[in-house]
């Protein structure tokens, strides 16, 4: 992403030299030097429609990265999701007093993945500009989801998850 943002404003700041060196040779008079943009064939309104495709490549690729990144979310969320089910299944076989205990760990991993769906929400509608932010977000959320989970599966003895990153 970065790459494609460098190569946006690489292609921008071309875009507007060629204008300016244009626009300084009309008002002067000139004639447009050897080295300007007509003597090579290559024209200011060129630069600008290079400039506009290189946008929209960087915006592409940018919305392809954050759907990527979606995807892989929600795929660990249903592996985990899948572990979450099978901890609610030995939660029957607790004493009263640790099923307290259980439920709490239960509801703390129910908030977080409330709090994740929210992450995965945004960023489906994200812009391809602030997908970055959301990503970061969405990287916490998942984050603390896994945490929450490996506290309840610690305590009652059920497989934890040892994947950090989507």
Not at 37 to 66: L, M
Not at 129 to 157: H, I, M, S
């Amino acid at each position: 992403m970065i790459r494609a943002i460098s190569l946006l404003v690489v292609v921008t700041a071309v875009a507007f030299s060629v204008a300016c060196e244009r626009e300084k040779e009309s008002s002067t008079g000139k004639e447009p030097s050897a080295s300007s943009s007509t003597a090579t064939g290559v024209t200011a309104g060129d630069v600008t429609d290079k400039a506009g495709e290189a946008a929209s490549a960087a915006a592409a690729y940018s919305k392809k990265k954050a759907e990527e990144f979606r995807r892989e979310l929600e795929d660990k969320l249903a592996d985990l999701d899948k572990k979450v089910d099978a901890m609610k299944e030995r939660g029957s076989e607790l004493s009263e007093q640790a099923k307290k205990e259980w439920q709490e760990q239960m509801d703390a991993v129910a908030e977080q993945r409330k709090a994740l769906r929210s992450k995965l929400d945004e960023l489906g509608a994200a812009s391809a500009e602030a997908w970055g932010d959301v990503k970061t977000g969405a990287q916490k959320a998942w984050n603390d989801l896994q945490a929450a989970y490996n506290k309840a599966a610690e305590r009652f003895g059920s497989e934890s998850s040892s994947s950090n990153s989507p």
